[in-house]
């Protein structure tokens, strides 16, 4: 069974920045592909960035430029580092994986997540 346990979650002011942890087992570690998406209550899940097992990146236009997303082979680990936090990135984030293709638009019907990490962003 896959595991992924995400961390790094907080509450921050407007600007500032987080990174979020994800640590998987070495099952979910293989998977082509592994990213974050996010769901805030009453609204849709959507899917932030995605990274392929070649390291290419995709990001949501919402997102593009202020969030990055990459991975510790050693240790395992997604990351999600998020800068200059506005309040609509207030969400539980999700790490997740899945198998190819890589998409964004896939990313949040994976049956391989974790059981999340809030975020909160006040103005």
């Known amino acids: 069974q896959v595991q992924l346990v995400e961390s790094g979650g907080g509450s921050v002011q407007v600007g500032e920045s987080l990174r979020l942890s994800c640590v998987a087992d070495e099952y979910a570690y293989m998977s082509y592909c592994m990213g974050w998406f996010r769901q805030a209550p009453g609204k849709e899940r959507e899917a932030v960035a995605v990274?392929?097992?070649?390291?290419?990146?995709v990001y949501a236009g919402s997102v593009k430029g202020r969030f990055t997303v990459f991975k510790d082979n050693v240790k395992r680990t997604l990351y999600l580092q998020m800068n200059n936090l506005k309040p609509e990135d207030t969400s539980m984030y999700y790490c997740a994986t899945s198998g190819p293709p890589c998409a964004l638009a896939l990313l949040p019907d994976s049956a391989y997540r974790g059981q999340g990490t809030q975020v909160t962003v006040s103005s």
């Open positions: 990274i392929d097992s070649s390291g290419d990146t």
